[in-house]
């Protein structure tokens, strides 16, 4: 038995990394997928790889209340409903000391990371079908302070406050809302992290935050997904409201 059969996804920041991963998985565990994302050659790149069928793609900046509002209703076009909802989209931004941080910086992963996620909360809960789960995509970054990703830090802070409301707020509609806070995960976004803390020796970068984790690797994005995927189906089905640390050990 599948674990998602019936059930209608939408996942937002699903043309890479941990999104793309969890979409697939989705789409293997039954489900039919709406991929959001705001670059479009690589949302379409996604949806070829992963096949038309079950699937549908809109093109979206999530800290765009329009934008948001076309996704959702495009989603309800395409399948009619909304069991899932994996709000995920987020951007890392460079890092600075906060002494140095960038105002225009700062307002641009906040919008991303806080904004789009409060509006995915706001625009898609509403419509979603009883009994659904949303899950908001954190970081230890969530949990712990981390020297030069201040607003990055601060965003990911700020998404548990969002869950917490909306576990509350949905709840008599038998909705739950959880986050998920991974350690280094292998994609796009480290990469762009280990260039900017060692551009001339990537590599150092790494070790340097592998050396930070007990497991001593980064996680896989499918490893990410399939926390998501028990969240998401019925296994879960008694859990709301709280943070799912996923790290390799790094929080111990
Ligand atoms: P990624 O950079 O590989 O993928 C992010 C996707 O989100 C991209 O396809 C990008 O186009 C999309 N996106 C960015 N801004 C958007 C916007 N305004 N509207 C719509 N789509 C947008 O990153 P990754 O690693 O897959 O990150 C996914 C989530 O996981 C993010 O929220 C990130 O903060 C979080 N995370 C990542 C970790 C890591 O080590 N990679 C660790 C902990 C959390």
Redesign the pocket.
């Known amino acids: 038995m599948k674990r998602l059969n019936d059930k209608v996804a939408l996942v937002?920041?699903?043309?890479?990394?941990?999104?793309?991963?969890t979409a697939a998985i989705f789409l293997r565990e039954g489900a039919r997928v709406m991929l959001?994302?705001?670059?479009e050659e690589?949302?379409r790149a996604t949806v070829e790889e992963l096949g038309k069928l079950n699937t549908a793609y809109c093109v979206?900046?999530?800290?765009?209340s329009d934008?948001v509002k076309k996704y959702v209703k495009e989603t309800l076009d395409a399948f009619g409903r909304i069991d899932v909802f994996f709000n995920?989209?987020?951007?890392?931004g460079n890092s600075y000391p906060m002494a140095e941080y960038p105002e225009a910086l700062f307002d641009k992963v906040l919008?991303?990371?806080v904004k789009?996620v409060w509006l995915g909360c706001q625009h898609v809960l509403p419509a979603m079908s009883e009994g659904g789960s949303a899950i908001i995509?954190?970081?230890?970054?969530g949990l712990k302070g981390m020297q030069g990703l201040g607003a990055?830090v601060t965003?990911?802070h700020a998404v548990i406050g969002i869950m917490r409301v909306a576990a509350l707020e949905f709840a008599d509609r038998k909705i739950r809302v959880n986050t998920?806070?991974?350690?280094?995960?292998?994609?796009?976004?480290?990469e762009?992290?280990e260039a900017d803390v060692s551009p001339e020796d990537t590599r150092k970068a790494k070790q340097g935050f592998e050396a930070m984790i007990p497991l001593n690797r980064?996680?896989e994005?499918g490893e990410?997904a399939d926390l998501v995927l028990f969240l998401a189906s019925d296994e879960s089905r008694y859990i709301s409201g709280n943070t799912y640390v996923i790290d390799g050990g790094m929080m111990a």
């Open positions: 937002t920041g699903a043309a890479a990394g941990i999104g793309r991963e959001v994302d705001v670059n690589a949302l979206a900046d999530v800290s765009d934008q995920n989209a987020g951007i890392e919008a991303v990371n789009g995509t954190s970081s230890v970054a990055y965003s990911k998920v806070h991974p350690g280094p995960v292998n994609t796009g976004m480290m762009r992290i980064y996680a994005a990410i």
